[in-house]
């Protein structure tokens, strides 16, 4: 499961100009246009600026469309639900999910870097993963900031129209059951991944940046698919089918839209590009 933990942690760039590939692309047809960001959830104040085809493709559009409404994400009433649905419903801890080897491994984890689990382990396993990764990757600079982030608050600013293809339920959903009944599995998995996760999210950044679907295909997708498939549907998969009409609904109206989605909805022969194009639709990576 390698590199698949910090994918989905992320989830769900030291870029210049000296870059010629950036993850933008443009699609035509009928006469139509609309523009599609592969981004990246977290990212480090050294990754800013972002390449400017990130920019063009803003000021081209009339509207910014995200994964859901980022806007709702930090209301209380927001965090409030959650949190309800972060925890198990019937008041159990994870050490009643996992083995007793696991739950070992977990608690010597988290005794060497002074993280209390009595805090955290009447949470869900993708809860705890997340948790964990933030702490990992907050001690080389990676902040709460993304792409989606950094957009979300100019487009507001500006005033741009904003839009969702899935509803704040519906996300927190996604988050709150990705090890859901697979809590062991899951544990260990994080536990290992974490050793390599600055590596692997420098590895993963380069990938993103210059827009290689080959590479986040085969980091990321290819390999949930291969280890976790129940995951891969569930994470990647329907929900680009649930959101491929919408898409089409979008690039069938008058305006320009710039669709900001995780970049690993793009990659792979399922992902959004490759969909895009079997439907007849021209893609062309902005440069």
Not at 199 to 219: F, N, P, S
Not at 260 to 278: K, N
Request: with cysteine; aromatic share 10%.
């Amino acid at each position: 499961m390698k590199k698949i933990l910090l994918s989905i942690a992320l989830v769900f760039l030291i870029c210049t100009q000296a870059w010629a590939e950036s993850s933008v692309w443009k699609i035509q047809k009928d006469n139509s246009v609309m523009y599609l960001g592969g981004t990246f959830h977290l990212l480090r104040p050294s990754d800013f600026p972002l390449p400017p085809e990130f920019a063009e493709a803003y000021r081209a559009s009339d509207l910014l469309v995200f994964e859901t409404d980022l806007g709702k994400l930090n209301e209380p009433s927001v965090q409030e639900k959650l949190l309800a649905k972060a925890v198990y419903a019937d008041g159990s801890t994870i050490d009643q999910h996992v083995s007793g080897k696991t739950y070992r491994l977990l608690n010597e984890y988290c005794a060497v870097r002074g993280i209390p689990l009595a805090n955290l382990k009447h949470f869900k396993p993708s809860i705890i993963a997340v948790t964990l990764a933030s702490v990992e990757l907050a001690k080389f600079g990676v902040a709460k900031e993304g792409v989606d982030s950094f957009f979300h608050k100019l487009a507001t600013e500006e005033k741009k129209r904003i839009e969702g293809l899935e509803t704040i339920d519906q996300q927190i959903q996604y988050v709150v059951e990705m090890g859901a009944g697979n809590e062991d599995a899951y544990i260990a998995h994080t536990l290992r991944d974490l050793k390599s996760i600055k590596q692997d999210y420098e590895t993963m950044v380069e990938a993103w940046r210059k827009g290689d679907l080959k590479k986040i295909d085969a980091l990321f997708v290819a390999e949930l698919k291969k280890t976790m498939p129940k995951l891969y549907k569930k994470l990647l998969t329907d929900r680009n089918k649930l959101w491929f009409p919408l898409l089409e609904a979008y690039h069938r109206t008058p305006e320009k839209e710039f669709i900001l989605v995780g970049a690993g909805h793009l990659a792979g022969t399922e992902g959004i590009i490759e969909t895009l194009r079997r439907k007849g639709y021209t893609v062309e990576k902005l440069l």
